[in-house]
């Protein structure tokens, strides 16, 4: 949860905070509008050029700088990764069911504004083009960052994802290590 100023900069409200994003330039934290299934299938399924974020709260990947706004857009295309803090619309059965099958470890590198590590564990060739499945995002399972300064109270967040959905044409190198 995240604080929220009142017009004189007092803290007055809590934020709920639901998902975050990944982009080139801030980590985003906040509440995807409208969503009604588990956020992968949400961005799998999304056809429109933005994503609208409520209660939104930006953090620079690069600077100190946190921006506070009540909605924001987030064009898809800027996503490196995503994950669902809170599982509002989703089986966990079917969840843990599908956590099972990632066990092939690789480093996946970002060569972006903010170069960045991500390491973990996925199904097998999930970052590769699948012309059945057609889809555009990956789970890394128990994902590390590396090259993000996670000491960052805003930033620190990452450390403790269980998983990170990730857009596959956003990864410049893919070490598959199994």
Same mark, same amino acid.
């Given at each position: @949860? /995240?604080?929220?100023?009142?017009?004189?900069?007092?803290?007055?409200?809590? !934020?709920?905070? *639901?998902?975050?994003?990944? $982009?080139?330039?801030? #980590?985003?934290?906040? &509440? !995807?509008?409208?969503?009604?299934? %588990?956020?992968? /299938? +949400?961005?799998?399924?999304?056809?429109? &050029?933005?994503?609208?974020?409520?209660?939104? $709260?930006?953090?620079?990947?690069? $600077? =100190? *700088?946190?921006?506070?706004?009540? =909605?924001?857009?987030?064009?898809?295309?800027?996503?490196?990764?995503?994950?669902?803090?809170?599982?509002?619309?989703?089986?966990?059965? @079917?969840? %843990?069911?599908?956590?099972?099958?990632?066990?092939?470890?690789?480093?996946?590198?970002? /060569?972006?504004?903010?170069?960045?590590?991500?390491?973990?564990?996925?199904?097998?060739?999930?970052?590769?083009? /699948?012309?059945? +499945?057609?889809?555009?995002?990956?789970?890394?399972?128990?994902?590390?960052?590396?090259?993000?300064?996670?000491?960052?109270?805003? #930033?620190?967040?990452?450390?403790? #994802?269980?998983?990170?959905?990730? &857009?596959?044409?956003? @990864?410049?190198?893919?070490?598959?290590?199994?």
């Amino acid at each position: @949860m /995240n604080e929220k100023p009142d017009q004189s900069g007092n803290l007055t409200a809590s !934020l709920f905070v *639901e998902d975050l994003f990944l $982009t080139d330039a801030f #980590l985003i934290k906040g &509440r !995807l509008k409208n969503k009604t299934k %588990r956020l992968s /299938n +949400t961005l799998e399924d999304h056809r429109s &050029r933005y994503l609208a974020v409520q209660d939104a $709260t930006l953090v620079s990947l690069s $600077t =100190n *700088e946190v921006i506070k706004t009540p =909605n924001v857009k987030v064009n898809v295309s800027e996503l490196i990764c995503a994950h669902e803090l809170v599982d509002v619309a989703g089986d966990d059965a @079917m969840r %843990r069911l599908a956590d099972n099958d990632k066990h092939h470890q690789i480093r996946a590198f970002y /060569n972006g504004a903010v170069q960045f590590e991500l390491s973990g564990q996925i199904e097998p060739g999930a970052y590769e083009a /699948n012309a059945v +499945t057609g889809r555009d995002y990956f789970i890394l399972q128990a994902p590390k960052f590396r090259g993000l300064d996670l000491s960052r109270r805003e #930033l620190a967040v990452l450390e403790a #994802l269980d998983y990170a959905i990730l &857009r596959k044409d956003r @990864m410049a190198y893919v070490y598959d290590l199994a």
